[in-house]
């Protein structure tokens, strides 16, 4: 383009607008609205319902400051994925079991030890005690991984294909369990064996028969619609207890301001007793859906409880001692366990 006579006039309009523009983006960058997407596995069950009443918390205390998307059943990635963009930075937030952390630091498998947690109360006044609770949360802070919240998520039930009656029924069947030398171990007190992979693989796996089992929590069972493949789930008083943590990623989280540091810690923390609350009645009413969909819910007593409990009691014991890194903190679990026990 020719500039005219007033060309001078036209330059300084350029570079008005220009500063304009340049002021408009960097303004805008410095108040967008960071983004926080929460990954997990599992659908409509304590975990999922410990993410949305974190964003609601969220916006009462800091509204319109964090967009939060929340992607339950694997839709943001596989655990494995997720976890490793924690640490690089790549991903937010994540909710699930200790035990998908163990490949950052093997410490976090001591949640999953049998024989520690009497029921879902005992548990939830477990995760109370400040001394274990700061421990459990802190594991992954050399590998960017800052804990935010723990709940329990319910005691391990077995949706198997054909009926499990007594400890006899374990031998040599294939059992789908967290990838955790804690879970391995408890399937080969057993005689049978644990196979590490996802709920929806695992859906998969038992209709095709390439396991015989899943050993997790009643309410994930009863979302994926278990009851559609296989019709038995067994029980059994003195097994692991199922927790869940609240993770995001330390690099993203020290980018924030330190209000909205706050409010993210406190909100996470705040809806602990709510979700419990919701955690024991989607227990309850998971039980029963199970039942009224047509399925078997088999519980362990007598001599086969106690048979089940002594060789699941040696199990904690066993890991913790073959990894040194594991003695200290198995040490506080156990004895905050004997402290809160009713």
């Given amino acids: 383009m020719r500039l005219n006579g007033n060309s001078g006039g036209a330059r300084h309009l350029i570079v008005v607008l220009a500063t304009v523009l340049c ?3 960097i303004t805008g960058q410095a108040l967008a609205q960071p983004t926080m997407k929460i990954g997990l596995a599992t659908i409509n069950d304590p975990q ?3 993410a949305k009443r974190f964003a609601a918390a969220m916006e009462k205390l800091a509204p319109g400051k964090l967009k939060i998307e929340i992607y339950p059943a694997d839709q943001l990635g596989a655990a494995a994925r997720l976890i490793e963009g924690l640490s690089l930075g790549t991903v937010e937030a994540w909710i699930g079991p200790p035990e998908f952390l163990v490949g950052q630091d093997p410490r976090y498998q001591i949640m999953g030890a049998p024989g520690v947690v009497d029921d879902m109360e005992h548990g ?8 274990l609770r700061n421990a459990l949360l802190s594991f992954g802070d050399q590998k960017g991984i800052k804990g935010i919240g723990a709940i ?17 029924d374990f031998k040599g069947t294939k ?5 955790s030398p804690m ?6 007190k057993l005689n049978a064996t644990g196979v590490p992979m996802s709920p929806g693989d695992a859906l998969v796996a038992l209709a095709s028969g390439a396991i015989d089992g899943n050993r997790t929590a009643m309410s994930l069972l009863v979302a ?22 609240f993770v995001v990623g330390k690099r993203w989280f020290d980018r924030l301001p330190p209000d909205l540091q706050t409010a993210v810690a406190t909100s996470a923390a705040s809806v602990e007793d709510d979700v419990r609350t919701f955690a024991l009645e989607r227990q309850r009413k998971s039980e029963r859906t199970w039942r009224d969909s047509g399925a078997e819910l088999i519980k362990l007593t007598g001599a086969d409880q106690a048979e ?22 198995y040490a506080l679990l156990l004895d905050r366990s004997k402290a809160t026990r009713q």
């Fill in 124 to 131: 939830y006044r477990l995760l109370k005690h400040p001394t």
């Fill in 152 to 168: 329990v998520n319910g005691p391990n039930f077995y949706a198997t294909r054909k009926p499990f009656r007594s400890v006899a």
């Fill in 308 to 329: 089940f409990v002594k060789r699941m009691l040696t199990v904690g014991e066993e890991v913790a001692s073959n990894n040194p890194r594991l003695k200290e903190p």
């Fill in 23 to 25: 002021t408009a983006i």
């Fill in 224 to 245: 994926f619609k278990y009851y559609d493949v296989v019709k038995h789930a067994t029980q059994v008083d003195g097994d692991a207890m199922i927790f869940s943590l």
């Fill in 175 to 179: 059992i789908r369990v967290f990838g």
């Fill in 183 to 188: 879970h391995t171990l408890a399937m080969e």
């Fill in 48 to 50: 999922h319902e410990h």
